[in-house]
């Protein structure tokens, strides 16, 4: 499901992985307030769109202020209103910078060797199961 600015929520469906990037390009942020991930897939998917993400602090990505997100403490209430209301408030063209740094985030990870060896693993290990 998708939601757009005006709160509308859109169920869409299957979708193959260039689907889902275009999609999430689409949007202004990807919201995720997860209790915990390995990786975080779906936030790599958001950041390599452009997508802006606003995410708890129990993933891998972290340190996110100034580089395409924010990564909150999931109890902190205050700051999640304030992260989505700084992505109201931006102006359009720091939505844009603020995408070009979420996509520049994404192509770092991707090019780190150890990101890439640790999810070799993590599949190696799912298809022995």
């Not at 390009?25 to 209790?35: E, H, I, Q, S």
């Not at 958001?46 to 990564?71: F, K, M, Q, Y």
């Not at 999931?74 to 996509?103: C, F, G, I, K």
Request: net charge negative; with cysteine; proline share 5%.
């Amino acid at each position: 499901a998708l939601a757009d600015a005006s709160g509308r929520t859109t169920f869409v469906g299957d979708m193959s992985h260039d689907e889902v990037v275009r999609a999430l390009g689409r949007y202004d942020a990807l919201l995720l307030p997860t209790r915990g991930e390995n990786f975080g897939h779906a936030i790599f998917e958001a950041l390599s769109a452009g997508c802006p993400v606003v995410i708890s602090e129990r993933t891998p990505w972290r340190n996110l202020a100034g580089a395409g997100g924010w990564d909150i403490p999931l109890e902190n209430h205050a700051a999640w209103v304030h992260a989505l209301q700084q992505l109201v408030d931006m102006p359009a063209a720091e939505h844009l910078a603020t995408s070009r740094r979420a996509r520049m985030l994404a192509e770092q990870r991707a090019a780190d060797p150890a990101v890439v060896e640790d999810n070799r693993r993590m599949f190696l290990r799912a298809a022995r199961m």
